[in-house]
């Protein structure tokens, strides 16, 4: 194979289907930006399928905050802790054995959908019980 290590200052640009193997590491006041970010999600690459129990309870341990990072103290931040998201969905968690934990944002949506699901669940039988004590006081 044909590693190369290569330093890039100013604009890089890949077309003809280049790509990166392994990881890319920026720092924390480092940011990517692009059109579209997809992840790898075919069904065929997966195994152990199940729907994600207790999304409520997961999303009601999240504690949303704000912040700035001590490095960029000028740029309020909102997002979460890693060590307080590790307790509620470790799956979204990650180190790369600097110390420092990361969160993938994106994953984050699988548990949310969930969570509203189940609160519409909720609602929708709510709202029954409702109708039917309305209709029980109106015929009285």
């Known amino acids: 194979s044909n590693l190369a290590i290569v330093n ?35 069904a065929t690459l997966k195994e152990n399928i199940e729907v994600i129990s207790n999304p409520i309870d997961k999303v009601m341990s999240m504690r949303g905050v704000t912040y700035n990072f001590k490095s960029n103290s000028e740029n309020p931040e909102v997002g979460f802790l890693a060590q307080e998201m590790k307790q509620a969905v470790p799956e979204v968690v990650y ?3 600097d110390g420092n934990l990361g969160i993938d944002y994106a994953k984050l949506t699988s548990v949310l ?23 029980t006081l109106l015929k009285k």
């Open 95 to 97: 180190g790369n054995g």
């Open 8 to 42: 890039v200052t100013g604009k890089l640009t890949a077309s003809n289907g280049a790509s990166i193997t392994g990881d890319v590491l920026l720092g924390e006041n480092d940011s990517i930006k692009a059109g579209t970010f997809i992840t790898y999600s075919d």
């Open 113 to 135: 959908v969930e969570a509203i699901k189940t609160q519409q669940t909720q609602i929708q039988e709510q709202q029954s019980q409702i109708d039917e004590l309305k209709d």
